[in-house]
């Protein structure tokens, strides 16, 4: 599943300004926030999230730390 990600070039306008950029920000928070809520009604033996991220938290509502938070409760594993 990996090799199928595509990183999207940045397309910049005449003056140099990014006009995707928002393809370049990073949700840490809102990512794992909806793995958890996807895992916690979840009867498996374990339940396990592998974030893969750029380690900046620059986008999304949900704090990376409010997540963790969740995660914790519900009994998933982040790594």
Request: aromatic share 4%.
């Amino acid at each position: 599943m990996l090799g199928q990600i595509r990183i999207p070039n940045q397309i910049v306008d005449a003056r140099g300004r990014p006009l995707n950029a928002e393809e370049f920000r990073t949700s840490i928070g809102d990512g794992l926030a909806l793995s958890v809520a996807r895992l916690r009604d979840s009867i498996a033996k374990s339940k396990i999230v592998i974030l893969i991220s750029d380690g900046v938290h620059n986008a999304g509502d949900v704090m990376p730390a409010e997540a963790a938070r969740a995660a914790k409760e519900f009994g998933v594993k982040v790594y």
